[in-house]
């Protein structure tokens, strides 16, 4: 499938088998599966795209490196959100079972969001270099992996 013009840099499949994709581009697509074509382009973010996430309920996030997570609007293709609290790129997004999004950044945190507030529920502190991944478990237990080596 072509349609971004730059690194593909994540994809994800929702629970109702569409598929995100986010790039450099600074785009996020949404595919048409039968024609291998965009379906729908997103774009709100100012720098590239690293993390694309759907929630359990169908809820699409995405994470930049403009230190900016967005919650999108599918029906509009417009923003719903955009969450600050990081002071680095967004490197990683996971949604747990029970609808909580987790973020992880080059700023060596995590955050737990609120999502009605827009603000961090929990700011996660112990890695000591950059956090390249976030994983709920079906049980809630959030893990996270870093350039320091640890989980």
């Known amino acids: 499938m072509k349609g971004q013009t730059s690194i593909v840099?994540?994809?994800a499949w929702s629970a109702d088998g569409r598929l995100a994709s986010g790039a450099w581009d600074d785009t996020i697509i949404i595919w048409n599966l039968?024609?291998?074509?965009?379906?729908?382009?997103?774009?709100g973010h100012t720098d590239n795209v690293n993390s694309v996430a759907w929630s359990s309920d169908g809820k699409l996030a995405s994470g930049s490196?403009?230190?900016?997570?967005?919650?999108?609007?599918?029906e509009t293709g417009r923003p719903v959100q955009t969450l600050t609290g990081h002071t680095g790129l967004v490197s990683s997004l996971a949604w747990?079972?029970?609808?909580?999004?987790?973020?992880?950044s080059w700023?060596?945190?995590?955050i737990i969001?609120?999502?009605e507030t827009g603000q961090p529920a929990q700011?996660?502190?112990?890695?000591?270099?950059?956090?390249?991944?976030?994983?709920?478990?079906?049980?809630?237990?959030?893990?996270?992996g870093s350039w320091d080596g640890t989980l």
């Open 34 to 43: 039968e024609t291998g074509q965009p379906a729908q382009i997103l774009k």
């Open 107 to 110: 700023d060596n945190t995590i």
């Open 113 to 115: 969001w609120n999502l």
């Open 123 to 144: 700011i996660l502190k112990g890695h000591t270099n950059y956090i390249e991944s976030v994983a709920w478990s079906a049980d809630r237990q959030l893990a996270s």
């Open 65 to 74: 490196w403009d230190n900016t997570i967005i919650i999108w609007n599918l």
């Open 96 to 104: 747990s079972a029970d609808g909580n999004l987790a973020s992880g």
């Open 9 to 11: 840099e994540s994809v």
